[in-house]
């Protein structure tokens, strides 16, 4: 029969009815399963998150059936660590429960920053530096006709900075800067002083550390130089004859009780 009489027939508005009948019925459930595999039309509104502790975040999106992670985190001194500056979504979004809303968060610790800040250095660069690595500098002028206008030294709490040592965003440091002069200083009596001991008293006088040479042992180990003592300098301890400030001093130590005259040019490797 050709298909325009067939299409006439009672028969094929039957098939055609069970065909359309049987398309809608797969299409419906097809809608029915994605929307509830996908949960459509079921939203939370994301809150406002800024501001607020990370535990007190973490509630909020709690009680909304939303998780977060933690993205990034900045330290800025002037603000509480543990604190929510920055969230994605935006508040107010509406989003589908068990969403993860990114944070990010103030650090509580200061990162660490490298002084790279070396003796002799032009004072006004090494204030920059340290300035941009958010260190609170002060900056103290000292007697020194070696380092005009240069680093004497960085220190920190009391203890001489050396460079390449790190310190935490934000602390204090004092940095010395040399001034030319004319007056004189007495180099101070180092022997049987320590490294420790002979630098403190150096900076004291406003003289600097010149050669450090090992009578014994010559090549000292970490111990060793720990239990070294001034043996004789130079120059020499002389009220006599004072020194311009800056003046470098060369120190001889040895881990040995010193013998002959410390003070004079007689090395103890040396008897004659």
């Known amino acids: 029969m050709p298909f325009l009489q067939f299409a006439k027939t009672k028969d094929f508005r039957k098939h055609l009815l069970r065909i359309v009948l049987v398309n809608l019925v797969i299409v419906l459930l097809i809608w029915l399963y994605l929307r509830w595999y996908t949960d459509h039309g079921e939203f939370v509104s994301v809150p406002d998150l800024k501001t607020m502790s990370l535990e007190e975040a973490a509630k909020s999106l709690e009680e909304r059936d939303l998780n977060y992670m933690i993205v990034d985190s900045l330290y800025n001194e002037g603000e509480k660590g543990g604190t929510v500056f920055s969230q994605s979504p935006e508040p107010e979004s509406k989003v589908k429960e068990g969403r993860k809303i990114f944070l990010k968060v103030y650090s509580m610790l200061p990162p660490m920053e490298k002084i790279n800040i070396e003796e002799g250095e032009y004072g006004a660069v090494a204030l920059i530096k340290l300035r941009n690595k958010g260190m ?3 900056a103290k002028e000292e007697d020194n006709n070696t380092f005009v206008a240069s680093v004497i030294r960085v ?9 390449g040592e790190e ?11 040399g001034r030319a002069t004319h007056s004189k200083v007495v180099v101070p009596n180092l022997v049987g002083l320590g490294l420790d001991s002979l630098q403190l008293q150096l900076e004291s006088a406003h003289l600097l550390l010149g050669n450090i040479i090992f009578d014994f042992p010559e090549s000292p180990s970490v111990s060793d130089s720990s239990l070294a003592r001034t043996c ?12 311009a400030p800056g003046t470098f001093v060369d120190v001889y130590l040895s881990t040995q009780p010193c013998v002959a005259d410390t003070t004079t040019v007689n090395s103890i490797a040396d008897p004659q």
Do not use: N, Y
Request: aromatic share 2%.
């Open 155 to 163: 220190m920190h709490q009391g203890r001489r900075i050396k460079a």
């Open 167 to 177: 310190l935490p965003r934000g602390s204090d440091v004092t940095v010395f800067i």
């Open 136 to 138: 609170k500098v002060t």
């Open 232 to 243: 004789r300098q130079d120059p020499a301890h002389d009220p006599e004859l004072p020194v």
